[in-house]
């Protein structure tokens, strides 16, 4: 495969950004930005669809191949094998909005969910969960349907909060009439021949037969991984549905005592040591 150099060093952060790296990173972001020029590839000639989805034993054996765990948070590690970068510090009483500027960024993904759910007319409690959805994956990722729904919980509606609790659980169970299909991307992170496990299993099955099914099954239909990357989307558009529907407290969040503020607190200062 041919390198382009520029873009390569580009996509690192620029020449004094790859000065700075040791061998074994640079060699690592190599490797990353060859699978992803490598994927890319693929889909364009196959219109969207890689060729072959790995097996759940071999995304299993690159476990050891890795210096942390698949399911940390991202304000956790560098991005593309870099060393992390010094954070900027949370104003004093931080809000939402804050947050999704200076631990969420760029939270694309979670913003072109909301926008689409703005675009297809759902409620705003929709539009909100959409908007929080996968936030959480910046503190930790398992589960991060659960632990999503606990961090918002205190703040907004219990709509919101079940939409997000479930979202993970059914993403991974089609619903050919609301619209939406197992997603190809869940091959490709969790191997072909993946079963999620018993308890979302059984998590499903209480959900089918919930009065708000509908609430997680929405988020899921407006969470898509086809991002059009030229697609400017910011948190402005959503900035009444937030006045109406989050509780911003007024100590800052992580400081009103919820029982969340903690994994606030945790998300503003992830070089604590302890
Ligand atoms: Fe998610
Ligand atoms: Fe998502």
Known sequence: MEIDRRAFIASLG???????????????????????????????NQGGQPDKFPTVAEI?????????????????????GQNVKKIT?????????????LRFAPANHVLQSATRALKTGMSEEITLACLLHDCVLSLIKPDHGWWGAQLFEPYIPEKSAFAIRYHQ??????????GYEYPDQYYRIF???YTPPQYIQDTYKMLKNHKWYMEPRLVTVNDLYAFDPNAKVTIEPFTDIIGRHFKQPKEGLGYDNSPSAHMWRTLARPDNPL
Not at 16 to 41: C, I, P, R
Not at 60 to 80: L, S
Request: hydrophobic share 35%; charged share 30%.
């Open 89 to 101: 510090p949370m104003p004093d009483k931080p809000t939402l909005k804050d947050f999704f500027e």
């Open 60 to 80: 299993e054996a690159q476990i050891e191949t890795r210096p942390f765990r698949r399911g940390t948070g991202g304000v956790f590690t560098g991005q593309r």
């Open 191 to 193: 191997g072909h021949d």
């Open 14 to 44: 620029g020449a004094a950004a790859v000065a700075a790296m040791d061998h074994e990173a640079k060699a690592e972001a190599l490797e990353h930005y060859m699978e992803d020029q490598l994927d890319q590839q693929v889909a364009a």
């Open 169 to 178: 659980t059914l993403r991974f169970f089609p619903d050919e009439q609301a």
